[in-house]
C-alpha cells in the first residue's frame, strides 16, 4: 500500500487497489528506486493499471504519453 502524503485514507479502497495490481517485474522495481532516489514524479500503480484498462478497451491507433516522466 501507498505510504505517501497522496495515499488513498480509506485502507479498505488501498487494498482493494493493490489487490489489482500486476507483480512488480525487476525493471519495474529498479525503476522506482530510482525515481525515488532522484525525487523524479512517475505514475502510481494504480494509475499505470487504469491507463492499460484504457487503452486495452478502446483500443487505440496512436497513444501519446505526456508527463509521467
Not at 489487490?19 to 525487476?26: F, M, V
Not at 502510481?44 to 501519446?64: G, H, I, K, M, T
Amino acid at each position: 500500500m501507498k505510504d505517501a502524503a497522496d495515499a488513498i485514507l480509506r485502507p479498505e479502497q488501498a487494498r482493494y487497489l493493490a489487490s489489482l495490481e500486476r507483480p512488480r517485474d525487476e525493471l519495474l522495481t529498479r525503476m522506482e528506486a530510482y525515481a525515488a532516489e532522484h525525487r523524479q514524479p512517475i505514475s502510481d500503480p494504480e494509475v499505470a493499471n487504469f491507463l492499460s484498462l484504457v487503452a486495452r478497451l478502446r483500443q487505440p491507433a496512436l497513444v501519446v504519453e505526456l508527463g509521467t516522466n
